[in-house]
């Protein structure tokens, strides 16, 4: 059970693949941060590939490939294309002491003091009254400005953020971005935010109501980058999930299928897998309605539930790789490291399992069996020491729908920063396990 560096395991050929792969994912992941372009991309690539691609709300969907009976079961893997990021507030505008600023609501788990004193970039979409759908995306064009959250100086910040738990030091009301200091001229009041609404009108068409019907992420600005002397990590913004949405997409591609296969890509896990674009959602039924119908068989009750009962499918999202400077928080001998392979964790949850997607033994097997005969390099672990902490993924709304599943993904370091950390050689070994699976 003695762990080994992926490095050491693969061949010459491997190695120029997994650079291949990386660099094809690091444009990714700099030109796709949020849900909406995500989706956007691989939809265009599945439809370049006249591959089955069903989606919901602009948020929410998947790609298949049918080959024989669904009822028979599928494979299926599941990843999410949201990440942790702040949202512009529905009246996001206000104007003190000479800034214009603009108010954010944070979404998902951050830690606040992360967001500041960093460059920031706006994506998304404005809906006007007349229903013309404006696309923003501001700030990752080296031509374009940025926005940031202006944090306090150390000389006043003693009693204000020092004597604080980190927690609490960085209110979620003070996560407010500096969108510009020139006054309209004569005007007596909000000169500044009436000049920006001005620039806002010009270039883009809209009025201040207009953010209503809106939804703009604040992420952060500017491409991922290789990181280390060797170039043998990437960081970067939204690694979780899309490093697991990116290699799973490109995997069914590539997979020789002998059954029918899907990926999802599932919207809002971050804050619980809620709403019509979440995995809690009827989204996946409508899915396999759609498959069925695709496949000339009529979405009885009975034929969908049939599909559920005989399929099998991996939830892919990231796993925590040991932080060399945070080693206390995992139990060493079940944690992974980065570098290490794709990572099975068997059950995730909180406190005594709570929450958790508990993979039966049965399937454990399969899937060992699976990653063994194709030479994909894995480690078993779980996300942190007994009582620590945990989390969960959306494995449990597939598995409660009487799916197998098992949690399967890529460790990364900085979970839920602006700069998450992976490894080039886990994100080979992602694509590889992906695909042996979709393949078997
Ligand atoms: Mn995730
Ligand atoms: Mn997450």
């Known amino acids: 059970m003695k762990k080994k560096s992926v490095w050491e395991q693969l061949s010459e050929e491997e190695t120029r693949k997994t650079s291949m792969i990386a660099e094809d994912y690091r444009k990714f992941l700099s030109e796709n941060k949020t849900e909406r372009l995500c989706l956007k991309t691989f939809e265009k690539a599945a439809k370049g590939k006249k591959a089955f691609f069903y ?18 079961g599928a494979l299926w893997i599941a990843a999410h294309i949201d990440a942790p990021r702040l949202d512009l507030k529905p ?11 603009l108010k954010t609501h944070y979404y998902g788990g951050i830690k606040k003091y992360q967001w500041t004193a960093i460059p920031l970039s706006l994506k998304g979409v404005i809906l006007t009254e007349s229903g013309k759908t404006i696309d923003v995306d501001i700030g990752d064009n080296p031509k374009d400005p940025v926005f940031t959250i202006a944090d306090l100086l150390p000389h006043l910040s003693r009693k204000v953020q020092n004597d604080k738990k980190i927690t609490e030091a960085i209110e979620g009301e003070k996560l407010t971005l500096l969108a510009g200091n020139i006054p309209l001229p004569r005007e007596k009041e909000d000169a500044v935010k009436k000049h920006i609404l001005r620039i806002l009108k010009a270039q883009y068409g809209i009025i201040e109501e207009d953010l209503i019907s809106a939804e703009i992420e604040v992420v952060p600005a500017g491409e991922s980058r290789y990181v280390g002397f060797d170039k043998s ?17 490109r995997a069914i591609l590539d997979a020789k ?3 029918t296969a899907a990926v999802l890509f599932m919207d809002k896990e971050e804050i619980g897998s809620v709403g ?11 899915f396999i309605i759609k498959l069925l119908e695709n496949a000339g068989i009529k979405p009885t009750y009975t034929n969908i539930r049939k599909v559920f009962m005989n399929s099998q499918a991996i939830s892919a999202d990231v796993g925590a790789g040991t932080n060399p400077n945070y080693q206390e928080v995992q139990d060493k001998y079940n944690a992974a490291l980065i570098g290490y392979g794709l990572v099975i964790t068997k059950y995730t949850g909180s ?4 929450g958790a997607n508990d993979a039966n033994a049965e399937f454990l097997w399969k899937i060992r069996k699976i990653f063994n005969k194709n030479k994909v390099i894995w480690q078993a672990a779980e996300l942190g020491k007994v ?16 799916i197998d599943t098992i949690d399967i993904g890529i460790p990364i370091l900085g979970m839920h920063s602006p700069f998450e950390i992976a490894s080039i050689a886990d994100i080979y070994e992602g694509y590889k396990g992906y695909k042996a699976f979709l393949s078997s």
């Not at 009246?91 to 600023?101: D, I, Q």
């Not at 019509?276 to 409508?286: E, L």
């Open 55 to 72: 989606s919901e709300k602009n948020k929410i969907g998947g790609i298949a490939r049918i080959k024989g009976d669904p009822r028979d």
């Open 387 to 402: 009582d620590e902490g945990g989390g969960g993924t959306v494995a449990k709304y597939l598995s409660n729908q009487g």
């Open 257 to 259: 299928i002998k059954k």
């Open 91 to 101: 009246n996001p505008f206000y104007e003190e002491v000479g800034l214009a600023m």
């Open 351 to 354: 406190g005594g399992k709570g």
């Open 233 to 249: 990590l990437i960081g970067g913004y939204g690694h979780d999930d899309r490093i697991c949405s990116y290699t799973s997409f």
């Open 276 to 286: 019509n674009t979440g995995a809690q959602s009827t989204f996946i039924t409508d």
